[in-house]
Structure formats: structure tokens, C-alpha cells
């Protein structure tokens, strides 16, 4: 499974971004896909999470009510849109997949077996 992010930029506080991250490989419908940021000095912290077949979701409580995750299984694509940015949302975002026990939700990132390569999101103030 190889997965590609991006959409990342710079965006000024209370602005909007949406990352997409495609998959190719597998069956995408079949992954639980993952949202994870690392910023500058932190260790990568779980942003949200979608289940395969459910759609369940998860959201960090930092980003709950404005981060919104959805996924196109017809276009191998997860999507993570971000709104009312804060500068503290500046990170890296990497999407991730997991393959096993995917239709339960898992916020820990030793769990997803496939990651992309990130995308950088700065938020100014």
C-alpha cells in the first residue's frame, strides 16, 4: 500500500484546508484510515480516524468541531478538512492505513502498518 498526502500549505488563523491522501495498492474500502501531525519538538500525536465499511469516526479533542474526516473509496482518497485553523495546527500531517481489525477505531499510530509522507500545514497568526 503506498499513500501519497497533500494539500498541505500556509494558511493565516481561522482559515481552511483540506489534505487529500490517495491510496494505491489493495482495496482501499477495506482500510481504517488514519489522520496523525507531528509538530515541531512534539512526538506525532492521533488527529482523526475513519473506519473501512461503517464509516465510524474519531476526532483528537483538540480538532473535534473542526476538523472533519470523510473518505471516496471510489477514488482510493481520504480527506481531512480543516477549518477554523489555529496556529497551534501547525504540523506535519501524515495519513496512514491500517489493515487489521479495521472497522474498530484505533487513535494509536503503532497500529497503522502503512504511512504516507506528510504534508506541512503552518498556520500564521
Known amino acids: 500500500v503506498q499513500l501519497q498526502a497533500y494539500g498541505g500549505g ?3 488563523a481561522g482559515g481552511s484546508l483540506r489534505l487529500s491522501c490517495v491510496a494505491s495498492g489493495g ?3 477495506n482500510y481504517a484510515m488514519g489522520w ?7 512526538e506525532r500525536e492521533f488527529v482523526s480516524t475513519m473506519v473501512s465499511w461503517s464509516g ?8 473535534k468541531g ?6 471516496d473509496n471510489a477514488k482510493n482518497t481520504v480527506y481531512l478538512q480543516m477549518n477554523s485553523l489555529k496556529p497551534e495546527d501547525t504540523a506535519v500531517y501524515y495519513c ?7 472497522t474498530v477505531i484505533s487513535r494509536r499510530a503503532a497500529e497503522y502498518a502503512y504511512w504516507g509522507q506528510g ?3 503552518t498556520v500564521s497568526s
Do not use: E, M
Open 10 to 12: 500556509l494558511v493565516q
Open 27 to 29: 482495496t482501499f474500502s
Open 36 to 42: 496523525f501531525r507531528q509538530a515541531p519538538g512534539k
Open 56 to 63: 465510524s469516526t474519531a476526532y483528537a479533542d483538540s480538532v
Open 66 to 71: 473542526r476538523f472533519t474526516v470523510s473518505r
Open 96 to 102: 496512514a492505513a491500517r489493515t487489521s481489525r479495521v
Open 119 to 121: 504534508t506541512l500545514v
